[in-house]
């Protein structure tokens, strides 16, 4: 499992070791000791979460603030995400900026979210299955979020305007400089 820190501080990507053979394929999705070592983070996770979407889709960005904050480790089972983390971190020198990476169901790719981040994420392929840890539990009264087309955080979707499809909670989302 390869491990490196993107140039967002305590953001990383991911790349499992996989092993194939005549049956198939197979990887540790997540091996605690390794993570640890190789990113010299403290972390549990105490969440799994896994969601189904088409393409078009764009869920984000979403954060949970205070005590309940959440650091992701994020992935694709099937099917293929842009995926984005944008560092809200106050006192870093990366405030505001975004890290984005293609996650499929064949490269296997994760990246870990750290606390202080938005995270969010478009669909490129229908039937896609994203799946991820947190560290902290879901608070529905700390949820947050900054709207997905910020013009300050300017993020390429790679999806045209008019295939996508938001929740009825991430219409409504602020921007970045009105969360002050
Ligand atoms: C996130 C979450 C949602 N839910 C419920 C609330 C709601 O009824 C339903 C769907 O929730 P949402 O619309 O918030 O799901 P979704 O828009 O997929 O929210 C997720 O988006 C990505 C980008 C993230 O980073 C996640 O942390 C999370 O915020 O599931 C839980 O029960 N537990 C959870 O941990």
Known sequence: M?????????????????????R??????FNEKEFIDKTN??????????STSERGVVRGLHFQTGNFAQAKLVRVIQG??????????????????HFSCILTGKNNKQLFVPRGFAHGF???????IFAYKCDNYYNKASESGI??????????????EQEIVLSEKDKVLELL???G
């Open 2 to 22: 390869t491990i490196t820190e993107t140039y967002l501080k305590g953001c990383f990507e991911i790349e499992p070791t996989v092993f194939g053979d005549d």
């Open 24 to 29: 198939g394929t197979f990887f540790e999705s």
């Open 41 to 50: 983070l403290s972390i549990h996770f105490v969440q799994d979460n896994q």
């Open 80 to 97: 293929k995400v842009l995926d984005v983390a944008v560092d809200l971190r106050r006192n870093s020198s990366t405030f505001g900026q």
């Open 122 to 128: 478009s669909v490129l392929e229908d039937d896609t």
């Open 147 to 160: 709207v997905y087309n910020d013009p300050q955080l300017n993020i390429d979707w790679m999806l045209d």
């Open 177 to 179: 400089n009105v969360l």
